[in-house]
């Protein structure tokens, strides 16, 4: 990718849209709750916000240390979410597909 914004995305950001920092989901033994976390990026896609920043709040930068093995499957299930609302969206929602390489 050359760093160039898709039209569509442009326009979105343009108008302005909401982009919040998305939470993280887990368990009682503190491990990743798939179908809670899928829940929220659906919440927060029905909310109106117009993508999700996945593992930027402070509270959630230990997720991005390999060691935890977090960040990669955080970020898969929110695209997956957003890929799956995309389908039926006339504006599709912003995220960073370089994270996910």
């Given amino acids: 990718m050359s760093g160039e914004l898709d039209a569509k995305v442009r326009q979105v950001l343009n108008a302005g849209t909401a982009i919040p920092a998305h939470p993280l989901a887990l368990n009682a033994d503190r491990r990743l709750d798939e179908r809670r976390q899928r829940a929220l990026t659906r919440y927060y896609i029905a909310a109106g916000a117009g993508g999700v920043a996945v ?37 599709p929602l912003i995220r960073n597909r370089r994270d996910l390489r």
């Fill in 55 to 91: 593992g930027v709040h402070t509270t959630q930068f230990a997720i991005r240390n390999p060691q935890m093995g977090l960040f990669k499957p955080v970020l898969e299930l929110a695209s997956e979410e957003m890929d799956r609302a995309d389908r039926t969206r006339s504006e």
